[in-house]
C-alpha cells in the first residue's frame, strides 16, 4: 500500500471515529432523557468514556492522515 492510500485510510477513519463519538454522545443524552431505568452514573460515565476515546482516536488518524512537514 503505497503512502497517499495509508493517508487517505486515516483520514476516513478519523472521521468515522468522530462520528461515532458524536453519536454515542448523543445517546448517552437521550438515554438520560428517556429514564429508562438505567443508573445514570454508570450511563454517563461509561459513555463519557467511550465518547472521549473514540474523539481521542479520531484526533490521532487525522493527524497521522496529514504528511509530516
Known amino acids: 500500500m503505497d503512502n497517499e492510500t495509508k493517508?487517505?485510510?486515516y483520514k476516513e477513519a478519523g472521521k468515522?471515529?468522530?462520528?461515532?463519538?458524536?453519536l454515542v454522545f448523543?445517546?448517552?443524552?437521550?438515554?438520560g432523557i428517556m429514564q429508562l431505568g438505567v443508573n445514570n452514573a454508570?450511563?454517563?460515565s461509561l459513555g463519557l468514556a467511550a465518547?472521549?476515546?473514540l474523539a481521542l482516536?479520531?484526533?490521532l488518524f487525522n493527524?497521522?492522515?496529514?504528511p509530516k512537514k
Open 63 to 66: 493527524t497521522f492522515s496529514n
Open 42 to 44: 454508570v450511563l454517563f
Open 16 to 22: 468515522y471515529c468522530l462520528d461515532l463519538s458524536k
Open 51 to 53: 465518547t472521549a476515546c
Open 57 to 59: 482516536l479520531g484526533f
Open 7 to 9: 493517508r487517505d485510510n
Open 26 to 31: 448523543g445517546g448517552i443524552i437521550l438515554a
